[in-house]
């Protein structure tokens, strides 16, 4: 449904794409993972014809994005993170508006606007200004245009990205829904744990490039689905690493910064139990031990050996994280 | 796949493998009808915020009252009263001031994101600037009607019947018209509203008052006149004092004409060619 070929794109100096491909088959959900500058936001505006890449080629449904942009436009919908919205009309008349421009002509505007409100929740609101709306009330809006030239292609650009824990939960029950009605979904997010809710299949890319790809699982699979953080006094760092060689299923990293190991592990409490057999052998009381989840952080340093260097990262995925944050040490 | 499109009014699907790299075209009813939406729009978000009007009329009717009562005694035009002179130049000027609102909403929608989002529909791209540049020219009406009652109020009257009154007004109106798809450019260019604001005034301020707008060319040095005499704006001021107060129009209605022709014929292409690319 969507194909991506040897995509790149420059600004200057700054290489932004470097050969991209992806397949998206249809009625499937991709996710497109990264940190910020990674290039996804450029992606999206390749696909979406608000930007023509330098070289390789991109078509939704057969049809190329560069050759017949406005076929392209009326298969996709396009749904962002600045929740492009007019903020003195109401939520209804935006939709209508957008119906309109979709040519639905205006009784099948209307209706569809209606349906699109009812959908997401803001029936309601439907007749007040936007400025009067909420962060994640302008969010479902600008999704709900999104929705009323009924897409095929559903390109949705970090939809979650700064809503409260509360209202991402109701973004993933609405983007479901749709997938569940059969529309293909491209979804770039920063978190992790969104792909997983959504996607089924996601790639990584970084600084252009695609430095992973697979299922959710898959992906997590590579890290173990577990890990094992232990911090230790810097002094005892070394020690602390020859020690724990060998526990859980994959290669330990070391931030030598904070005098942290993280272990991935494939069981996660009896390893955990191992890890402080040894460390009491040892005669190693750490700082801090504990048993979490990966992160997007875990996934690009396991990946690329460097952290993703966006500190905001973290936070986002513990606050809407169903597992608890990392814990403290069980003992 | 299903058939998701039910709609029989959209764009027929171009054949499957198209022939060309050119994209395609819309037809000129589709580019009208979703001119006309985003016209809509861009009404609706005037008539809502009402005070940015409002802002924009005080300043004129403050020219109007400056020139009238306190420069106004200063100044002579022979053969014609100051208040008649000064008001077909204040409705130029109002304008063409009005016209820089284009670049002002086109670099807010840039900056907000509505640009993307129309240039992700399959809608027209030139009816973006159409139905901007077409509310601006609505606005404008609405102005113009304004400052002529104003003008009225201080003394100001036709004096040359009601048609010609009328064509007045249109002239004006073209040549803000044409002026609007100078700031629309402008405003695709900054992208910023503020600065739109400033780059929109720096090319209009010495035209503005280089000009017969508020005065006699004739009491320009020499060296000014030749530039003041014939630019678009001196232009249309002549064109809307003789269409109003009688006296021989052909020459400054051609060259009227001709200017916002031009400035037309340049700038709209520009425009649409420069939005194609943000």
Not at chain 2, 162 to 168: C, D, N
Request: glycine share 8%; charged share 20%.
């Amino acid at each position: 449904m969507i194909e991506v070929e040897g995509i790149s794109k420059s600004f200057g100096e700054t290489r932004a794409l470097a050969g991209v491909d992806m397949s998206v088959p249809a009625g499937t959900v991709q996710g497109l993972l990264g940190p910020n500058g990674a290039g996804k936001t450029t992606l999206v505006r390749i696909l979406a014809t608000l930007m023509a890449p330098d070289t390789g080629r991109a078509r939704i449904s057969g049809v190329d994005v560069q050759k017949d942009p406005v076929t392209v436009r009326s298969l996709i919908g396009l749904a962002g993170q600045y929740a492009a919205v007019d903020e003195t009309l109401t939520g209804r008349e935006n939709l209508v508006m957008v119906g309109r421009l979709y040519r639905l002509g205006t009784k099948l505007a209307r209706a569809r606007a209606g349906e699109s409100l009812e959908r997401l929740g803001l029936a309601e609101a439907a007749d007040r200004p936007v400025k009067t709306y909420s962060g994640g009330m302008r969010r479902r809006l600008d999704l709900g245009a999104s929705l009323v030239g009924r897409p095929r292609v559903l390109i949705l650009d970090e939809p979650t990205t700064g809503l409260d824990p509360r209202t991402r939960l109701d973004m993933w029950a609405f983007i479901r829904d749709l997938v569940a009605g059969g529309t293909t979904v491209l979804l770039t997010t920063q978190y992790l744990e969104e792909a997983d809710q959504l996607a089924d299949h996601s790639i990584v890319i970084d600084r252009g490039q695609v430095i992973a790809s697979g299922t959710s699982a898959e992906l997590k699979a590579r890290l173990g689905s577990d890990l094992i953080a232990v911090q230790v006094r810097a002094a005892e760092l070394d020690r602390a690493t020859a020690a724990l060689a060998g526990t859980g299923c994959g290669a330990p990293v070391i931030d030598q910064a904070r005098a942290q190991i993280t272990i991935p592990v494939c069981d996660p409490v009896p390893d955990l139990m191992a890890a402080l057999r040894i460390l009491d052998a040892a005669g190693i009381v750490p700082v801090d031990l504990g048993l979490r989840r990966p992160s997007l952080d875990d996934v690009f340093l396991s990946l690329t050996g460097r952290a993703t260097g966006d500190d905001d990262l973290a936070v986002p995925l513990t606050a809407t994280s169903r597992t608890p944050p990392p814990s403290r040490s069980p003992a | 796949m299903t058939a998701v499109q039910e709609s029989p009014a959209r764009p027929p699907a171009p054949p499957e493998e198209p022939t060309t790299t050119e994209p395609a075209r819309l037809p000129r009813s589709a580019i009208f009808a979703d001119a006309v939406v985003v016209a809509r729009r861009n009404l609706t978000r005037i008539a809502r915020t009402p005070q940015l009007l409002v802002f924009a009329t005080i300043q004129p009717v403050m020219f109007v009252l400056l020139f009238r009562y306190v420069f106004g005694g200063a100044i002579h035009v022979p053969g014609i009263s100051y208040v008649d002179f000064l008001i077909p130049g204040v409705i130029v000027q109002t304008v063409v001031f009005g016209a820089t609102s284009t670049a002002v909403g086109l670099s807010q929608d840039m900056s907000n994101g509505i640009i993307d989002r129309f240039r992700s529909l399959p809608m027209s791209r030139s009816a973006v600037l159409a139905g901007r540049t077409i509310a601006d020219l609505v606005r404008n009406v609405f102005v113009v009607l304004l400052m002529i009652v104003v003008g009225m109020a201080v003394g100001f009257r036709f004096h040359n019947g009601f048609g010609p009154a009328v064509a007045a007004v249109f002239v004006a109106l073209l040549l803000g018209y044409a002026l609007s798809w100078v700031f629309a450019l402008i405003g695709l260019t900054v992208a910023d509203p503020e600065t739109a604001q400033l780059a929109g005034f720096l090319p209009i301020f010495p035209l503005v008052f280089a000009s017969s707008v508020f005065v006699s060319i004739q009491s320009m040095p020499g060296w000014l006149q030749a530039f003041a005499k014939n630019q678009p704006i001196s232009r249309a001021a002549d064109t809307v004092r003789a269409l109003t107060q009688g006296g021989p129009v052909a020459t400054n209605l051609i060259w009227t004409l001709l200017w916002s022709t031009a400035i037309l014929a340049v700038f709209a292409p520009l425009a649409v060619r420069r939005y194609r690319k943000v």
